[in-house]
């Protein structure tokens, strides 16, 4: 089984590669060394807030699945509002933060579903929902952001109000994705940064898992920067990460 083969194949566009640059020359430049892996592609605050929808649409054109990572989180008409324009460049999936409440989360469903229904060629995004960040740990989380108890309640917690908001699933750790699926059903979406493969470094991250593991563990899509960014071979380090899944 390797690359082309379709559980390969299945696992590539299940691995979403972060583009955490400054600007579009270094994720260009990453893209043409990935070049023929069909894998989902991650654009998150900084780069979206340097290059502007026009990168999306070039992602896009390019036959990639988008991911747009911009996190919103502010009162529902203007998340609302923000979902159609999203949905309006064609991205794949999108997010929002559960902190910002039901009614928040629902507001980002309507949004795109307005533009989908008002525009047949355009297709319904996966809205999913930021749970704890991989960041955070759960002395930060009881002592900093005030929220007691366990960290995996409260992102349980999270995909339940996600789920009844009409979401596709939500954003946590590999670690608990098992968790997630108990409550919310195996088909609920489960997007895992926090990848690390066997001795890479954590930089930021706190609850962190390899690539194989997150794949049993029951997550959907698995989210990596750093290590095939960094990496001396960004390509190699991304086909062993799809081999790991794939034989996961």
């Known amino acids: 089984m390797g690359q ?17 640059y400054p600007d579009v020359a270094g994720a260009r430049t990453l893209i043409d ?4 892996i069909p894998c989902y592609m991650k654009v998150g605050m900084q780069l979206f807030y340097a290059a502007g929808p026009e990168f ?12 747009a990572d911009v996190k919103m989180h502010d009162i529902p008409n203007t998340v609302k509002g923000g979902a159609e324009s999203l949905t309006n460049l064609g991205v794949d999936m999108f997010n929002v933060h559960a902190a910002g409440g ?13 533009v989908v229904n008002a525009n047949a060629a355009l297709k319904m995004p ?19 952001i005030g929220i007691a108890g366990e960290v995996e309640d409260t992102v349980v917690r999270y995909a339940k109000l996600a789920a009844a ?23 609920f979406c489960t997007v895992t940064p926090g990848i690390r493969p066997a001795g890479a ?26 290590p095939v960014t960094t990496a001396a071979d960004p390509r190699q380090a991304a086909l062993n990460i799809i081999e790991e899944m794939t034989l996961a």
């Open 165 to 187: 908001a009409g979401l596709d699933g939500v954003v946590a750790s590999p670690q608990e994705s098992s968790a997630i699926a108990e409550a919310c059903g195996p088909a």
């Open 102 to 114: 039901s009614a928040m989360m629902a507001a980002a469903r309507e949004g795109a579903a307005s």
């Open 33 to 36: 060394k990935l070049e023929g």
């Open 56 to 67: 999306i649409n070039e992602l896009k054109s390019r036959g990639y699945s988008v991911f």
């Open 201 to 226: 470094s954590l930089g930021d991250q706190s609850r962190v898992m390899t690539p194989g593991k997150a794949i049993q563990q029951g997550s959907h899509f698995l989210v990596v920067g750093r």
């Open 4 to 20: 082309g083969d379709a559980k390969w194949n299945e696992m590539a566009n299940r691995l979403m590669i972060a583009l955490d």
């Open 126 to 144: 996966l809205i999913i929902a930021v749970t704890q960040l991989t960041s955070t740990s759960q002395e930060v989380m009881n002592n900093e």
